[in-house]
């Protein structure tokens, strides 16, 4: 099994900064893809970034110039640096890994436990 552990959210007002991590540990081969989804009050998960293997990323376009996603292979682990905050930003925060537990298993998604980050003056 692979567990996900988040930290970093809190309560931050417009313009500020957070920085969320999430660890992983258990059994892990091999690492795919590592992503940040958030799900606002009423409204559906999204993705926000992402970072693949290969270092490659994506990020929805809101976020796009203010959050930063990157990773630590030694750690497992992944980060996402969140810039110049919103209200609209406000959301749980989830990490998801792509992992393949053993050397002959596919790959399977894990979630984190989610963490609140809250944009508020």
């Known amino acids: 099994q692979v567990q996900l552990v988040e930290s970093g959210g809190g309560l931050v007002q417009p313009g500020g900064s957070l920085r969320l991590s999430c660890a992983a540990s258990g059994s892990i081969f091999s690492i795919n893809a590592m992503g940040w989804y958030r799900q606002a009050p009423g409204k559906q998960r999204e993705l926000v970034a992402s970072i693949t293997s290969d270092g490659s990323t994506m990020y929805a376009d809101s976020v796009k110039g203010r959050f930063t996603i990157s990773r630590d292979d030694v750690k497992n682990t992944v980060y996402l640096q969140m810039n110049s905050l919103k209200a609209e930003d406000t959301a749980v925060y989830y990490c998801?890994?792509?992992?393949?537990?053993?050397?002959?298993?596919?790959?399977?998604?894990?979630w984190g436990q989610g963490t609140q980050v809250t944009v508020s003056s």
């Open positions: 998801k890994y792509t992992v393949r537990p053993y050397k002959l298993t596919p790959y399977r998604d894990y």
